[in-house]
């Protein structure tokens, strides 16, 4: 069974703070994505990466890093937290080639919800 | 600006009826996924279309991808409690790097949740 999984479910920061989230596929999958989900906006892509190493910056990176070491662990780091980053976070992957990361299903964790005071 | 826009943003109803969820846009598409999401965990992929008119069936939900590849729709068939939740759209676009390596990713719609009571 396809499984993606998120360090925490629940994250409760400090303005300024470095935050990591993690983020693991057991599926030997070549993609994986980070997502923030906010009422009314949908999914807005914040970073991707297509192997391991190599990361290409989304709609809205700023305010934000990440790091992916191994092909299974996709990381996001927000260097110095802020209260409008209070948001769900969710990770993604896909099989195959990076050309059809658009058209392969993804799969994707069960989210992290951030809350930055 | 949003590239997909989805309507509506909310949807109440009675069990029994039927329902469309649209999804529309300017641009044209190499693909447009739907997803279902329920609280607490993450979106989960209904189905994929890639053919301009393309129509697939899943049960009661029918989906279609218009003739331009620009909008797509989704229409549940006497909705059930269970088909509650948020019903994302989702565009396949292609990009390239600096390096001229090909990325395909997708932009999601607003979404649309949906209750449906007993």
């Known amino acids: 069974d396809v499984k993606v999984t998120q360090s925490s479910r629940y994250l409760v920061k400090r303005t300024g703070e470095k935050v990591f989230l993690e983020c693991v596929q057991d599926m030997d999958h070549e993609n994986m994505f980070w997502y923030r989900q906010d009422p009314g906006l949908g999914l807005r892509l914040i970073y991707f990466?297509?192997?391991?190493?190599?990361?290409e910056k989304g709609d809205i990176p700023e305010g934000y890093s990440v790091s992916r070491e191994k092909k299974e662990r996709f990381s996001l780091i927000l260097e110095s937290a802020s209260t409008n980053q209070t948001s769900m976070y969710l990770c993604a992957s896909s099989y195959g080639y990076s050309g059809l990361a658009g058209r392969n299903e993804q799969f994707f964790g069960p989210g992290t919800r951030l809350t930055v005071l | 600006t949003q590239l997909l826009e989805q309507s509506p943003q909310f949807l109440s109803i009675q069990e029994g009826e039927n329902l469309t969820v649209y999804c529309n846009s300017s641009s044209v598409f190499s693909s447009l996924q739907w997803y279902r999401q329920e609280p607490g965990e993450g979106p989960v992929l209904l189905v994929t279309?890639?053919?301009?008119?393309e129509v697939k069936k899943l049960k009661r939900l029918t989906f279609q991808f218009g003739d331009a590849r620009k909008d797509s729709s989704l229409h549940i068939t006497a909705a059930q409690p269970g088909d509650t939740g948020l019903y994302l759209c989702?565009?396949?676009?292609?990009?390239?790097?600096?390096?001229?390596?090909?990325?395909?990713?997708?932009?999601f719609g607003q979404g649309t949740i949906l209750t449906v009571h007993p």
């Open positions: 989702a565009a396949g676009t292609l990009g390239a790097n600096a390096g001229g390596t090909s990325y395909g990713k997708l932009t």
């Open positions: 279309v890639v053919t301009g008119g």
């Open positions: 990466s297509y192997d391991v190493k190599m990361k």
